[in-house]
């Protein structure tokens, strides 16, 4: 895995072995943050990472100048992994946090401008996700909800649905809380 973009672009990253996780493609990375990078300036962006896995979607973030950044994850491995990957790169501003996820929603008093959902694609109800992370009030006004699936899913009938990007087999959804 290596970083796409930014100030750490090129910059490879290796979890262990061990990982249960399926990291974005390095393609479906650079198409998403190609599309984000004319939505928005990194650096006066707020950033919730949900489903953490091995960071890439936060450390692109991050490379980018964006100094807040929330990671929920609950693995602790991966957790730990994340955490000191950020240290060792010296990110400001990043935080992660080793919680169920659903719990986190429900627990999560800040908002964001950006929240970035990437769940394992076996995970029972993934076709609700969306609804439980828009039913909370964790979105800025504009702010975008990103969600990461397969294409047997399809959200465009979904409140606050903007569109869907595809890259191979990765399906990227946007949702935009309206003003």
């Known amino acids: 895995m290596r970083i796409i973009g930014g100030k750490y672009r090129g910059r490879t990253i290796v979890p262990p072995s061990s990982f249960n996780a399926r990291p974005t493609t390095d393609f479906a990375k650079e198409g ?3 599309t984000l990078s004319n939505m928005c300036d990194f650096e006066e962006i707020s950033v919730l990472d949900l489903f953490g896995g091995t960071g890439g979607i ?6 980018r100048g964006c100094t807040d950044i929330v990671t929920v994850e ?3 491995v991966h957790a730990g992994f994340i955490r000191k990957s950020a240290r060792i790169m010296g990110f400001e501003g990043f935080q992660v946090v080793r919680h169920n996820v659903f719990d986190f929603l429900e627990i999560c008093s800040k908002k964001f401008d950006i929240v970035f959902a990437d769940p394992p694609y076996d995970i029972s109800g993934l076709e609700t996700i969306p609804e439980k992370v828009i039913s909370k009030d964790i979105l800025n006004d504009g702010g975008l909800f990103i969600m990461e699936h397969p294409g047997t899913f399809d959200f465009s009938g979904k409140d606050w649905f903007v569109k869907e990007k595809k890259y191979g087999n990765v399906h990227f959804t946007f949702f935009e809380k309206k003003l």
């Open 74 to 76: 609950m693995n602790p």
């Open 32 to 34: 998403l943050f190609n």
């Open 58 to 63: 936060s450390y692109e973030f991050a490379s």
